[in-house]
């Protein structure tokens, strides 16, 4: 399978934010998509919204910055230089809300990139190498230049192929997170259950009312890192030795 080297500037647009979390005069209300945000998720959804801060953005950066499916945001700063360009997957188009500051945004060119695959790809072992040694600053602060943005070196196969690969990591992303709204109704229930028969009878309830399923989550979060080292020995083959990508 043929593979295709690019520059991300090249077959994407790239942007970095300037919006912080003040509400100012004369701005635009809108949801704030945090750093935090981006570092927790492999893919932000309509269902995480409520949760963003409030804060304000002009018309020209809500333009800009909103969050459209198929972007990829990532975190741009960081206080080590091997923690920096944490990458999230926006999988919905997410109304009046923007990308916040110490983040960078890519729309890719969704004839020659997929969002889903881009980012998988910068979540590889070769791509976390090149921000790390790329970052620039001392101390505690590092940063990732848009030079550095629109260098980034992509691999990337047919179309198609994207679509695979990203298809899978999103899905297994999808499984962790309905194992995480299990768990969170499930200790809900408990909870509720414990205050009912604490009122009925004046005790504490010792016993699990509810199974819990961290194994699920356990076995998720391990098919993904499988998942990662594949890809990760794929990009390793084809650049030190010119081999294709072996699916």
């Known amino acids: 399978m043929e593979l295709k080297k690019y520059k991300l500037g090249d077959i994407a647009e790239i942007y970095i934010s300037s919006i912080d979390k003040k509400s100012k005069e004369g701005e635009q209300s809108v949801r704030l998509c945090n750093f935090v945000d981006i570092y927790h998720n492999w893919a932000i959804t309509k269902d ?16 800009r910055f909103s969050l459209k499916k198929g972007y ?10 091997d923690d ?19 983040c960078a945004l890519a729309k890719p060119n969704a004839d020659i990139l997929s ?18 040694l790329n970052a620039t600053g001392s101390g505690m602060r590092y940063t990732l230049s848009t030079e550095t943005l629109n260098n980034i070196p992509i691999l ?17 992303d999808r499984k962790i ?60 083959y084809h650049f030190e030795y010119n081999l294709p990508l072996l699916v």
Not at 158 to 171: C, H, K, P, V
Not at 204 to 232: C, E, F, M, Q, Y
């Open 48 to 63: 995480l919204v409520p949760n963003f801060m409030i804060a304000s953005a002009t018309d020209n950066n809500i333009k």
């Open 72 to 81: 990829v945001a990532f975190t741009k700063d960081s206080e080590t230089r």
């Open 84 to 102: 920096i360009g944490i990458p999230a997957y926006i999988a919905d188009d997410l109304e009046n809300t923007v990308l916040g500051y110490h």
């Open 115 to 132: 969002g889903k695959y881009l980012n998988a790809f910068l979540h590889s072992d070769y791509i976390k190498k090149y921000f790390e």
């Open 156 to 172: 990337a196969p047919s179309l198609e192929m994207q679509e695979f690969i990203g298809n899978i990591f999103s899905d297994i």
């Open 177 to 236: 997170c309905l194992n995480r709204q299990i768990n969170d109704n499930l200790r809900a229930s408990r909870a509720q259950s414990q205050t009912q028969f604490e009122l009925c009878r004046g005790a504490a309830v010792n016993a699990d009312v509810s199974p819990h399923l961290p194994w699920l989550d356990r076995s998720l979060k391990g098919a993904t890192t499988r998942l990662v080292a594949w890809l990760n020995l794929q990009f390793e």
